[in-house]
């Protein structure tokens, strides 16, 4: 099972295929893991050996609490996934809990995949530097792979700002499955793009 909409899914659409995706489609004891360090995830046996691959992505976004506030607040409305192939429904709230898709398009259909967002976990105050916002979002069935994805926007001891992607996945469908080296490109791709929309995003909102 998998979703496509051959033009852009409209709320209806996500509505739908929200309804039809059911629970997480892996298994609970991996539930949350992103909130981990990359290198914890990279020390986790399990997840090598139940066949999931890592992604990561950080990504300097520039410094300073104002820069940290507003990559925050690009993360809450999904400003992360403006892009012309790849969005989100800006108005969907990151709680825990809440469902939602990722509508991408490849090629001539668009793809609809449901997640769940699992976490939110907010750390510190920017005004004592050393701060983190971020949320993790595990797959649903029907989505063409299974696992979790973390985003994050955080400030350093040293005032840098820096926003990060993390994930952990593998195939959960026949055409992830043969295509999964092009899947984990698009992965590396998507990661590049978001970083430019976040970029963008608190560039243009600088007073």
């Not at 507003?70 to 108005?91: C, E, M, Q, T, Y």
């Not at 976990?121 to 701060?131: L, V, W």
């Not at 899947?183 to 963008?200: D, G, I, P, T, W």
Request: net charge positive; charged share 20%; glycine share 8%.
């Amino acid at each position: 099972m998998f979703f496509l909409s051959w033009g852009r899914p409209s709320p209806q659409d996500q509505k739908a295929c929200i309804h039809k995706s059911g629970t997480l489609n892996y298994d609970d004891k991996y539930k949350g893991a992103t909130a981990k360090s990359l290198s914890s995830l990279k020390a986790d046996e399990g997840l090598s050996k139940d066949g999931f691959l890592l992604n990561e992505a950080r990504v300097l976004v520039g410094s300073g609490i104002e820069t940290f506030e507003k990559g925050k607040s690009a993360l809450k409305s999904w400003r992360h996934f403006g892009l012309n192939w790849a969005f989100v429904d800006p108005k969907t709230p990151v709680q825990q809990g809440v469902k939602f898709c990722v509508c991408v398009k490849e090629l001539f259909p668009w793809l609809m995949m449901p997640l769940q967002v699992v976490y939110v976990n907010e750390t510190g105050t920017a005004k004592k530097c050393a701060a983190s916002f971020g949320f993790g979002s595990g797959t649903l069935h029907g989505h063409l792979l299974a696992g979790e994805e973390r985003f994050s926007i955080e400030i350093d001891e040293n005032n840098q700002v820096w926003y990060e992607i993390l994930s952990f996945s593998k195939p959960a469908h026949i055409l992830s499955f043969v295509g999964y080296p092009y899947v984990m490109l698009r992965q590396k791709y998507f990661a590049n793009e978001s970083a430019k929309a976040m970029l963008k995003h608190i560039n243009s909102s600088k007073s």
